[in-house]
């Protein structure tokens, strides 16, 4: 089996995962998604204006543009409770909860290796 970036492929070689991968890092690479994903994870449901509270500097737009595509990708679930007036509420999936576990080992690494990055890009910044 393929090895990518030295995790074994345990499934195989498939081009859709590895598109679907691209794609995911693409999503997620957003400082928006990986936000929301971060408030979701910390706070379980939570209605729009909430979210947009906690994510600060994020527009309505930019926000419903976000949980839609989190949506159609299947890491939120939107609620819509037939009450006047609406009330729209968000949650992780459990496809969504185990992506933030995934990158869960990128917070860690960026922890274990703040001082060194640091170190290198003022090194590199000191070159001129």
């Not at 819509?80 to 990128?106: M, N, Q, W």
Request: glycine share 10%.
């Amino acid at each position: 089996m393929p090895e990518k970036m030295g995790c074994d492929a345990d499934a195989g070689f498939d081009p859709r995962v590895e598109a679907l991968v691209t794609e995911l890092i693409g999503r997620v690479a957003d400082k928006w998604t990986l936000l929301v994903l971060e408030e979701l994870e910390d706070n379980g449901v939570l209605r729009f204006t909430g979210l947009a509270r906690l994510v600060p500097g994020i527009s309505q737009k930019m926000l419903t543009q976000t949980l839609r595509a989190m949506e159609r990708d299947g890491l939120v679930r939107r609620t819509v409770h037939p009450v006047i007036p609406p009330k729209v509420e968000y949650e992780l999936t459990d496809l969504g909860h185990s992506l933030g576990e995934a990158f869960c080992g990128v917070w860690h690494w960026a922890g274990e290796n703040l001082d060194r990055v640091e170190s290198a890009r003022k090194a590199f910044d000191d070159r001129g």
